[in-house]
């Protein structure tokens, strides 16, 4: 880039005032100064002073604007050193002058353009090969590699170039003039035309920190080598953010990276001698900060390398906060203050403002989420069932590319509820409780949305789940109650609590003494119902139990009896009948002994199953004691018996 060295001095003729000579209004990336001939160099800051022999640098791709104290202002491009020797009071006259240099590249000088101005400001700019007097109005000076000089007058003061070898020429508004090294001034000329900007957006949507281009075209001019032209940050174009020069084919331009605010471009056409034509009228363009707000709080998700244009990934239900005055939507006949993001793909917007003047806005992709219910404890999706009249859960798994919310809506048609929407414990799962009433159709389509009804008068379904319905399966047949001629099989665990004055012992070898309480039992039993009301048992009981003195001593029981039973699927019944208890163990224990008694008891049976039953039982049992009293004992127990031949079994009613 073409590096300026421009210096500001004063005439020699004048008397120096007290206070600082400039001011910088404006720094785009790196600008450096030194306040003062003695201060050390530092990073520049806008509204930083510059005193007599100050200097403000540019680096590349930098642009800076100094205001002098008769509010004449320098414009300074890239790779721009600007060194202040100082304003002076010209005699006889009632304005500020100043002296400037330039060695080479450009500089746009304005004197008494800028509001509040007034149009008397002089100056005084040395080149290589001129020297420029100006009054007033807005010019422009370049000088390339071999020192040439081209001076532009595009305002409305006076220009007035004198070769250094030569020549005077006075430069009108929307002429040019060139001066070579070593040569005289050359007749001034007409400068390029001045390009036109074709309609188009003015305003255009961003996103912070993503999203934030401007863009516009210029209609062609035919003499044009080239185009060149400037963003700024204020309409006189003082705070130029982006100075770019493209070739004759480029006759558009689109900036990026700039903060949601007002800019105002120009443009000039530049010939293939490099003249400049008088810059455009600014066009103003604004960049408005929107919000993708996602459902839940979903933020978009953005490519790692979308270049200066990526394009945001939402989930479904994102919606397009925009600031008043502005309406999108996917065509001019569908615009809303708030659009949504439904359906999977890329959307474009047409966005306009309330005055129907188009507005630019960016594309939006939302992915394809694909669905699927399960039974919740099934390893894939697949097509589920719910039965009318009963409660079903389901797991519903959503597949997606990106995060999606914790909050999931179902919609369902007539006779069909949502009962509940309960997120599970893996992302993007959850469990649905549905009823389906009488008349529910056979097949029936799930609404997915992530957007909580009554949000939107707008359809928010992005997705459907397939559920089908079905009747209940006829009811199983009741096991039959009890029937003639049944034989019951069964066994059974239990607990009994043997008497401490049993007479369970062997007197010539053994002493008496308590058993531990309770202790388990084994039972095994089988019975014969020649009738459905009664029956006869036989039953056996093991019982490992341990004496007082923590002997193994192990109690037995065999016991004939007689069973009563209501004939219903949960049977009630009674026990009684005759009964040996006996203890087999070691002298040091009991030793062996049997006694004869009798027992009473009840309980209750369940068929399960025409071949399954159930039982719980309780009885007493009642032993010779010790000495010549009555033992008392009592069992508990609960088991399973196999019902044979049962006529009905399999058979349904």
């Known amino acids: 880039m073409l590096g300026v060295l421009l210096m500001v001095a004063g005439p020699r003729s004048a008397s120096a005032h007290d206070g600082p000579d400039g001011k910088i209004t404006h720094k785009h990336n790196e600008v450096r100064k030194q306040p003062a001939a003695e201060a050390e160099w530092q990073d520049a800051q806008v509204g930083d002073l510059v005193y007599k022999q100050g200097r403000v640098n540019t680096l590349d791709s930098s642009t800076a604007a100094v205001v002098f104290r008769d509010d004449g202002s320098v414009a300074m491009r890239a790779?721009?050193?600007?060194?202040?020797?100082?304003?002076?009071a010209l005699r006889n006259k009632k304005v500020i002058a100043m002296d400037a240099e330039l060695e080479r590249g450009a500089l746009r000088a304005r004197l008494g353009e800028l509001e509040g101005g007034s149009d008397d400001r002089q100056a005084v700019i040395a080149t290589p090969s001129a020297k420029t007097d100006l009054e007033g109005g807005n010019s422009l000076l370049k000088v390339d590699d071999e020192g040439t000089s081209r001076i532009h007058n595009h305002g409305d003061g006076n220009t007035t170039v004198s070769g250094k070898a030569g020549g005077r020429a006075k430069v009108a508004k929307g002429m040019g003039v060139k001066v070579k090294k070593a040569k005289r001034v050359a007749k001034p000329i007409p400068l390029p035309p001045t390009?036109?900007?074709?309609?188009?957006p003015r305003t255009f949507l961003s996103v912070s920190g993503r999203i934030s281009g401007?863009?516009?075209?210029?209609?062609?001019?035919?003499a044009a080598q080239s185009y060149f032209f400037e963003v700024a940050a204020d309409v006189e174009g003082v705070e130029v953010l982006s100075a770019i020069e493209v070739p004759k084919s480029v006759e558009n331009f689109e900036v990026h990276g700039l903060l949601a605010g007002d800019y105002h471009v120009r443009v000039a056409s530049v010939d293939d001698d490099q003249f400049e034509s008088i810059p455009s009228d600014a066009v103003s363009v604004s960049l408005v900060d929107v919000e993708l707000l996602g459902p839940g709080g979903v933020a978009p998700t953005w490519p790692e390398d979308g270049g200066l244009s990526p394009v945001p990934v939402v989930v479904p239900g994102t919606a397009l906060s925009l600031p008043a005055g502005i309406r999108?939507?996917?065509?001019?006949?569908?615009?809303?203050?708030?659009?949504?993001?439904?359906?999977?793909?890329?959307?474009?917007?047409?966005?306009?403002?309330d005055a129907g003047a188009p507005v630019a806005s960016f594309p939006v992709e939302v992915p394809n989420i694909g669905s699927g219910l399960r039974d919740p404890d099934a390893a894939e999706a697949e097509l589920v069932t719910v039965i009318r009249g009963q409660k079903a859960t389901h797991e519903l798994a959503l597949d997606s590319s990106v995060p999606l919310p914790s909050e999931l809506y179902i919609s369902a048609p007539d006779e069909v509820t949502v009962e509940s929407v309960v997120p599970g414990e893996t992302a993007g799962t959850w469990e649905i409780t549905l009823l389906a009433g009488p008349e529910a159709p056979e097949q029936v389509e799930l609404g997915l949305s992530f957007v909580a009804p009554g949000e939107t008068e707008l359809d928010t379904v992005f997705a459907t789940a397939s559920v089908t319905i079905v009747d209940p399966d006829e009811p199983e047949p009741e096991p039959e109650r009890p029937e003639r001629h049944m034989v019951e099989v069964g066994v059974a665990g239990g607990l009994m609590l043997l008497s401490p004055n049993h007479g369970l012992y062997q007197y010539s070898v053994a002493e008496h003494q308590a058993f531990h309480r309770p202790a388990g039992e084994v039972?095994?039993?089988?019975?014969y119902y020649p009738i459905r009301w009664a029956?006869?048992?036989?039953?056996?009981?093991?019982?490992?139990?341990?004496?007082?003195?923590?002997?193994?001593?192990?109690a037995y029981s065999l016991r004939a009896q007689l069973i009563g039973q209501l004939p219903y699927r949960v049977t009630p019944f009674v026990v009684v009948g005759g009964e040996m208890l006996g203890v087999s163990s070691v002298p040091a224990a009991l030793g062996k002994d049997a006694d004869f008694g009798?027992?009473?008891?009840?309980?209750?049976?369940?068929?399960?199953?025409?071949?399954?039953a159930l039982r719980l039982g309780v009885s007493g049992?009642?032993?010779?004691?010790?000495?010549?009293?009555?033992?008392?004992?009592?069992?508990?127990?609960?088991?399973?018996?196999?019902?044979?031949g049962r006529r009905s079994a399999g058979r349904k009613r």
């Open 214 to 222: 401007i863009r516009g075209s210029w209609g062609t001019i035919s």
């Open 535 to 554: 029956g006869v048992e036989l039953a056996g009981r093991l019982v490992p139990a341990r004496a007082e003195n923590d002997e193994r001593a192990t």
């Open 328 to 353: 999108c939507g996917p065509s001019p006949e569908q615009l809303d203050a708030r659009p949504l993001f439904i359906q999977a793909g890329r959307h474009e917007l047409y966005c306009e403002d």
């Open 598 to 612: 009798a027992h009473l008891g009840g309980g209750l049976k369940f068929y399960v199953t025409p071949k399954l």
């Open 621 to 644: 049992m009642f032993h010779e004691g010790l000495g010549d009293r009555l033992s008392a004992h009592l069992e508990a127990d609960l088991g399973l018996s196999v019902v044979l």
């Open 79 to 88: 790779n721009t050193l600007l060194i202040v020797y100082g304003h002076h």
């Open 195 to 200: 390009p036109t900007w074709l309609d188009g």
């Open 523 to 527: 039972v095994l039993r089988a019975g």
